[in-house]
């Protein structure tokens, strides 16, 4: 099958290339990034350099598919990033309808049952628009919080011991490792026996703040405390 993956070399699509390219798939991988298209030739997939803000571009990254994968990449630059997540939105609803795409797996997320409310209220999710396109085949794989998260804490567990998140240490949070996005992003990518809109949790565990700081302190020899 031909698939286009969105997310250039990220913690998800990377390895969701390499179980599409090592399944015998024809891959190509969007990435705004030049100087990533050596390696994404070196996993066995073809580089489609460009912006996903362009809506001629990615029109023409999804021509002649089996199914896409598709993701808002985070965008630390824009201004706006909900006016950023709306361009990005309306560019895939234009390309998957422009060349008839009938199979797609969305990145979406976890907290998107809470959009339209506090503190995402002004939150327009691509789950809305995509499930609007007539005939569309569609799993939204929604994971919790991604593990990785946790490298921007590096320095504060380092010199500080300390480790947080805006929820206290008591509450329960859904947490997921990137491969195991991957993994299901693949599952389906690679039989596309799925039918209309599909909704897909994709969690790996779930811990306290507490439990959190109290592993993380027992691997790096710290006393961890979250905040």
């Known amino acids: 099958m031909k698939i286009t993956i969105t997310g ?25 990034d030049p100087g990533k298209a050596k390696a994404i030739e070196q996993l066995g997939a073809k580089p489609l350099i460009g912006s996903l803000e362009d809506p001629e571009f990615l029109s023409m990254s999804f021509r002649d598919l089996s199914a896409v994968y598709t993701m ?37 997320s976890i907290g998107v049952a809470l959009a339209g409310r506090e503190p995402i209220e002004g939150y327009f999710n691509l789950e809305q628009i ?19 998260n946790f490298y921007g804490s590096v320095d504060l567990i380092k010199y500080r011991e300390i480790i947080g998140h805006n929820l206290a240490s008591t509450v329960k949070m859904p947490m997921t490792h990137p491969g195991d996005i991957a993994r299901e ?28 700081a109290e592993i ?12």
């Open 8 to 32: 250039s070399l990220g913690n998800i699509s990377r390895t969701l290339i390499e179980k599409t390219v090592a399944g015998g798939h024809q891959v190509k991988v969007i990435s705004s």
């Open 72 to 108: 808002v990449p985070p965008n630390f630059s824009a201004p706006d990033y909900f006016a950023f997540s709306e361009v990005i939105h309306s560019n895939y609803a234009h390309a998957i309808q422009e060349n008839e795409i009938k199979y797609v797996v969305n990145l979406s």
């Open 130 to 148: 995509l499930d609007s396109i007539p005939g569309l085949n569609i799993v939204h794989l929604r994971p919790g919080m991604f593990y990785s």
């Open 185 to 212: 992003a693949f599952r389906y990518l690679n039989q596309l026996s799925f039918q209309d809109s599909k909704i897909h949790y994709v969690i790996s565990d779930v811990k306290t703040g507490a439990e959190i």
């Open 216 to 227: 993380i302190g027992q691997k790096s020899n710290k006393s961890i405390h979250w905040v």
